[in-house]
């Protein structure tokens, strides 16, 4: 905003004027503006990058201490040096912060000469020593990306670090003024100003000198710059973000084209030397090592009009995309399977393709399927195309996902990026299914629906109807794409909360689903989903059950029985018929199996939790059977922290339950108050009921925020309404848990009465009552 | 009764130390610190290390005293520790609920 960059120009001025009062007429000496000063972004929290240079005279110390203490005194933080010139270059020689700050030196006052040869004379040595620090630039800005992360994608980005940041920019002009890249263009800069405007604006809002905006910062920030909510922001930030880092990129790459080849030291190696203009030849060297030809014209034709080049693709001189509109995917597609980037001066070229018709011909479709198959070299491939502005152009609706962020911990990337990673993910295992293309297209729409209001599968269903019937699918193709869209959650949801071995279970999944054309693609979209959602989303205990489910309904589709519910392993049958108790803990790969065996009676499953979770472990599922009058528990677990703890402690503890002889409730109290306290406010818990999920028992479905010895807790309130719990299955989503429990009432049958029913739901909600800490206000 | 605590430059510490004998001060706490304050430890106006914060060492004088004698004993310690240079450190006093002195047992003033 206008008032804002106002505001920076006008603390500059303000700090000139007052630091040239200062300094006052002194013969020798200049003050010079380095870093943010001396680009005149003062924000209200900025350092003052003040540099005090002198000719070698006497009595600078004197002159100092008659700048630094009253700046000191004011309150404001300062960044100062007083150097001579030649000084202050041989800093910047092993200091890059220094010579990129040496960069923006800006005269406020005394001897302008001076000031104006450290300019020239910083300059030189930049460009001097140009290929060597461009590479330590770009290992910088390889640190920070890692450190930071990426400035589109974060929920609490840091505004000035991140890759996308405000740094960026400075690196790409850093890059400029060695001549080896265009300074930045207007897009960036605009890019730059929205970053930098809410930099200021957090400033403003904390009244700190804060670089990351962090959750709760986001209304009040969107409120200063006059944006509707946080969301607002976060799509601005994402779009200015993401113009950065690709015109950042983009500049790298002209250091050194294609990449650092391999076995290329990532920094020093052999000064480059001089052309005649003083131009690092840093592009040649690249050039040379594609070919013998030393101008760098090997081209090598990648489709029709397209071809590659010093690492990129660019397009045929004799393309012509005013009569060609089939072209922006034909290049794409072929950039994206040579894994090269599209030029710069291709993308622009590209933008004149006059629109495809719609419905598009059949080269356009195929041409798309060709970019998604690709992998994860479409990635950046789309990202091109995008901020030419040429995806929304193909794909009107996309413009509603892009930028949105996802207000969810599970997810790291925006839904426009999350959707072409699913489509990457997918595009590796699309050998997998019968119609890959189809895969691919499901992958890049399943979550389009979430840049409209209401449950995404369904908007998103009616959204990828529009977009078959855009890009001219078949009937048929459009509505497998339309009900994998819809049920794209059906899978990883069934699986992990419902227990697969109740024949409803399978049954309703495969009415659901239908065709086993439709399971596939539904089976590797869950995958490619899961994968691209984030760490937190997908695991192989997700994978396991997944696959398990796929199995079943497969199964049931080719018209075979279910299998019939999950058998008890001979070894668990030998020690049933001893008849308990006994206990046996079986190590798998990253969780646990134990085995409880114990005479028949109610509340076995909750309580053993109990003793399972005071032992800090988490319970992903329980499944009880009987043996006879015996009940054999088996439940998966997994360590809350690091490693397992010691069978013989947990199967002791197991055994004094089973006799009686632990009180399980104190033992979690005491856990419980040596739990760190929480202080977010969790939405109240959520107790469901249904009934069509198993015919053999009710299920109870729990949404509440995870704690230790959730299922105990539960599984205790089930218990006193007088009910017995065969299975349990627990997934954790972030600080979210979603329970799901089989209970049955005292005669082993699904609930009925409306009150017993009600007395569940009140009894669960009271048992998450007490579960809060007192502590929380 | 209060704690008074400063934080100087570690050549001072002897003039401090005798400054407070003379008003009559008999037990102090010092410890080895080190720390930096507006200056990010910039420790002289001529050198200047950009975008850098070092950690300066410091000397940490805690004295316990009655509540009326604060006020002068921080005088007294301020008046010792100066050089008027950047770097000199910060006083501050904080209020004491209970003083025991080991050996006796004696708490409160008496214990000072």
């Known amino acids: ?777 | 009764m209060r704690l008074i605590t400063a934080v100087i430059k570690p050549f001072k510490l002897d003039d401090v130390k005798s400054a407070l004998q003379a008003f009559g001060v008999h037990g102090l706490t010092v410890t080895e610190a080190s720390g930096y304050g507006r200056q990010r430890g910039h420790t002289e106006v001529y050198r200047g290390a950009e975008y850098q914060i070092d950690l300066v060492p410091k000397v940490k004088v805690e004295v316990l005293c009655d509540d009326e004698d604060a006020e002068d004993l921080i005088g007294v310690m301020v008046k010792a520790a100066q050089t008027s240079r950047i770097g000199d450190g910060k006083v501050w006093s904080v209020p004491v609920e209970t003083v025991v002195r080991v050996r006796t047992g004696e708490r409160g003033p008496d214990a000072i």
């Open chain 1, 1 to 777: 905003m206008a008032a804002f960059a106002a505001d920076r120009l006008n603390r500059s001025l303000h700090n000139d004027r007052w630091l040239a009062s200062l300094l006052g007429a002194e013969s020798g000496v200049a003050l010079v503006a380095v870093g943010g000063y001396g680009r005149r972004e003062l924000l209200p929290r900025s350092d003052l990058d003040v540099l005090l240079l002198h000719d070698g005279r006497n009595g600078i110390a004197a002159i100092a201490d008659r700048i630094w203490y009253p700046v000191w005194d004011s309150g404001a933080e300062l960044d100062h040096a007083v150097r001579t010139v030649p000084q202050a270059r041989r800093v910047a020689k092993s200091d890059l912060k220094v010579a990129l700050g040496l960069l923006y030196a800006r005269h406020v006052a005394g001897d302008p000469d001076l000031t104006e040869s450290l300019r020239e004379g910083a300059l030189a040595d930049w460009r001097g020593d140009a290929q060597r620090r461009l590479s330590e630039l770009r290992e910088a800005r390889e640190l920070r990306g890692a450190e930071a992360g990426e400035l589109a994608f974060l929920l609490e980005p840091d505004l000035k670090e991140a890759r996308g940041g405000l740094r960026d920019v400075h690196a790409i002009q850093a890059v400029a003024a060695a001549w080896v890249s265009p300074a930045p263009g207007p897009k960036v800069r605009a890019a730059y100003d929205q970053i930098m405007d809410a930099r200021h604006a957090l400033h403003e809002v904390t009244g700190r000198r804060l670089d990351r905006l962090v959750l709760e910062e986001h209304d009040e920030v969107a409120e200063a710059l006059g944006l509707l909510d946080g969301d607002a922001l976060l799509r601005m930030l994402a779009g200015a973000a993401r113009t950065i880092a690709y015109a950042t990129d983009s500049a790298f790459r002209r250091v050194s084209p294609g990449g650092r080849p391999p076995g290329d030291p990532p920094s020093g190696g052999t000064p480059s030397p001089q052309t005649p203009l003083g131009l690092p030849s840093g592009r040649r060297r690249g050039w040379s090592r594609r070919g013998p030809n030393p101008a760098g014209n090997t081209r090598l034709p990648v489709a029709d009009g397209v071809v590659a080049q010093d690492g990129e693709v660019v397009l045929a001189r004799a393309a012509d995309p005013a009569a060609d509109p089939v072209l922006v995917l034909r290049a794409a597609a072929a950039a994206a399977q040579a894994g090269l980037p599209l030029a710069p001066r291709a993308l622009t070229r590209l933008a004149q393709c006059p629109p495809l018709p719609v419905p598009w011909p059949a080269p356009a479709r195929d041409a798309l399927f060709a970019l998604l198959g690709a992998g994860q070299s479409a990635v950046s491939v789309w990202e091109a195309l995008d901020q030419e502005g040429l995806i929304t152009a193909l794909i009107p609706d996309w413009e509603r996902v892009r930028n949105r962020p996802q207000r969810n911990p599970l997810h790291r990337f925006t839904v426009d990026r999350h959707l072409v990673e699913t489509a990457a993910n997918a595009a590796g295992k699309a050998r997998e299914v019968a119609r890959p293309d189809l895969l691919l297209l499901a992958a890049l729409l399943h979550d389009i629906g979430k840049g409209w209001p209401g449950d995404h599968s369904v908007c998103g269903e009616v959204v990828a109807r529009d977009v078959c019937a855009r890009i001219g699918l078949a009937p048929d193709d459009a509505e497998l794409i339309a009900a994998a869209v819809r049920h794209h959650l059906l899978l990883p949801t069934v699986a992990t909360r419902r227990d697969l071995d109740d024949p409803a279970t399978v049954r309703q999944v495969a009415a659901t689903v239908g065709s086993r054309a439709l399971l596939e693609v539904l089976h590797v979209l869950a995958i490619a989903d899961g994968l691209a959602t984030g760490p937190a989303a997908w695991n192989s205990w997700k994978a396991t059950l997944v696959s398990n489910l796929v199995l079943r309904t497969e199964a049931m589709l080719a018209g075979e029985p279910p299998p019939p519910p999950g058998p008890l392993r001979q070894d668990q049958l030998d020690l049933a018929a001893g008849g308990g108790p006994a206990v046996t803990i079986r190590r798998l790969a990253d969780t646990a199996e134990i085995t409880v065996v114990a005479p028949d009676r109610p509340g076995l499953l909750w309580r053993a939790a109990g003793v399972l979770a005071s032992h800090r472990l988490a319970v992903r599922s329980a499944n009880a059977s009987s043996v006879g009058s015996t009940a054999v528990t088996v439940f998966e677990v997994l360590p809350e922290f690091g490693d397992l703890p010691d069978a013989s402690l947990v199967s002791g503890d197991l055994r004094r339950m089973l006799a009686g002889r632990l009180d399980v409730a104190d033992r979690l109290d005491r856990r419980a108050q040596a739990a760190p306290p929480r202080f977010a406010l969790a939405p109240p818990p959520k107790v469901t009921l249904v009934d069509d999920a198993s015919e053999l028992a009710t299920v109870v479905e729990v949404r509440a925020h995870d704690g230790p010895g959730l299922l105990w807790r539960i599984g205790r309130a089930l218990g006193e309404c007088g009910l017995d719990v065969r299975t349990a299955r627990v997934e954790t989503l972030g600080a979210e848990a979603v329970d799901v429990f089989y209970v049955t009432d005292a005669d082993g049958k699904p609930l009925t009465g409306t009150e017993l029913r009600r007395d569940v739901v009140d009894a669960v909600l009271n048992s998450l009552r007490t579960q809060e800490p007192p502590s929380v206000r």
